[in-house]
């Protein structure tokens, strides 16, 4: 499978894992040098370094996704491409997605059930609530 109309990932952007204790996953983290960008109830998205490597911690009741990596696009064009090209080729993709952080994407599982998310993030960067 050949991705036509795209350029193709570039960049793994962030890991997802699932913690059980979000405060203290979220405070090792910190304790590391890493920066907090969102922080919500159930969830929260770090990034590291001036590559802003990104790592989201998913609490035990968050249900929008689960365990997963994400390549990041900062072409929002591209991230529509490629899920229009996965799509033809007969890969089952979940529909693209807006997010309240100003990204948007969508997620899909590679050949051996892997979960993975291609990610628009705006050129500004994903969008702080902190």
Not at 89 to 112: C, L, N, W
Request: with cysteine.
């Amino acid at each position: 499978m050949l991705l036509k109309s795209s350029k193709g990932v570039q960049r793994i952007g962030h890991i997802a894992l699932r913690v059980e204790n979000l405060d203290r996953a979220k405070s090792f983290y910190l304790n590391l040098g890493m920066q907090l960008i969102w922080d919500d109830k159930d969830w929260c998205y770090l990034e590291a370094g001036k590559g802003k490597d990104g790592l989201a911690l998913l609490g035990t009741s968050y249900k929008a996704a689960g365990p997963h990596f994400a390549f990041h696009f900062e072409d929002k064009k591209e991230v529509e491409n490629i899920y229009s090209d996965l799509k033809k080729s007969g890969v089952k993709v979940a529909p693209i997605h807006e997010h309240r952080d100003g990204t948007a994407s969508f997620y899909m599982q590679d050949t051996e059930g892997n979960w993975l998310e291609m990610l628009y993030v705006p050129a500004g960067g994903i969008k702080s609530n902190i």
